[in-house]
């Protein structure tokens, strides 16, 4: 069974830096595409990052661009967000995904999902 886990969420307060991961010991990690996700309270879940095979390429969402790295490391089978100087809209639950080798354009491309950790930034 394929279980991906993140890692706990927490509350920070703006500007502050947090490191989620997502480990996933189930699954043939290095043959999946991981991607971040998130989902604000009455919105739809939006793509935020993700990664190749590899981890030699990286696309993120405009609303994060250069304040979040995604990076991976396939001998841990774990793929990690690191979030920099955090504003309050970027309070969500965040969810890690992965995708069997092709690139992830849209949720629905998503294969597996994450439980969802919860990041709440105080203003």
């Known amino acids: 069974q394929v279980q991906l886990v993140e890692s706990r969420g927490g509350l920070v307060q703006t500007g502050d830096s947090l ?13 999946y595409v991981m991607g971040w996700f998130r989902q604000a309270p009455g919105k739809e879940r939006e793509f935020v990052a993700s990664i190749t ?3 030699g390429n990286t696309a993120y969402a405009d609303s994060v661009k250069g304040r979040f790295t995604i990076s991976r490391d396939n001998s841990k089978k774990t793929v990690y967000l690191q979030m920099n100087s ?3 809209e970027d309070t969500a639950v965040y969810y890690c995904g992965a995708r069997h080798t ?7 491309d998503v294969g597996y999902w994450g439980q969802g950790t919860q990041v709440t930034v105080s203003s």
């Open 19 to 31: 490191r989620l991961s997502c480990a996933s010991p189930g699954l043939a990690f290095s043959n």
């Open 53 to 55: 095979r590899s981890g």
């Open 86 to 88: 955090l504003k309050p």
């Open 102 to 108: 092709l690139p992830i354009i849209a949720i629905s």
